[in-house]
Nanobody
Framework: VQLQASGGGLVQAGGSLRLSCTVS????????VGWFRQAPGKEREFVVV????????RYADSVKGRFSISRDSAKNTAYLQMNSLKPEDTAAYYC???????????????????WGQGTLVTVSS
């Protein structure tokens, strides 16, 4: 299974970006999807996760109301729409998929089976 993340870049505070994560390979059907981020000098943190069926999503408090996850199963692609960006959103953003485990979307990165390479988001003030 391979994940390709894209869409990062430099944006001014208040702006928007949409990240994409395309999944290829054998996923054995539905899989949970997560977006995580890691800022320089900080630990990785979860941003948003979605269950296998897409019925449940969980957002970090810091992004609620500003970020939105979606997926296009036909394209095997997940998206992260980021609005009202803040300088503190600056980080490398990683997508991950969870093939094994329960339906409940975990916010723990170690429970995800495959990871993308990360895409850098820089928000200037």
């Amino acid at each position: 299974v391979q994940l390709q993340a894209s869409g990062g870049g430099l944006v001014q505070a208040g702006g928007s970006l949409r990240l994409s994560c395309t999944v290829s390979g054998r996923t054995f059907g539905a899989y949970g999807v997560g977006w995580f981020r890691q800022a320089p000098g900080k630990e990785r943190e979860f941003v948003v996760v979605m269950s296998r069926t897409g019925g449940v999503t969980r957002y970090a408090d810091s992004v609620k109301g500003r970020f939105s996850i979606s997926r296009d199963s036909a394209k095997n692609t997940a998206y992260l729409q980021m609005n009202s960006l803040k300088p503190e959103d600056t980080a490398a953003y990683y997508c991950a998929v969870r093939i094994y485990g329960s339906e409940w979307p975990s916010s723990e990165g170690h429970e995800y089976d495959y990871w993308g390479q990360g895409t850098l988001v820089t928000v200037s003030s």
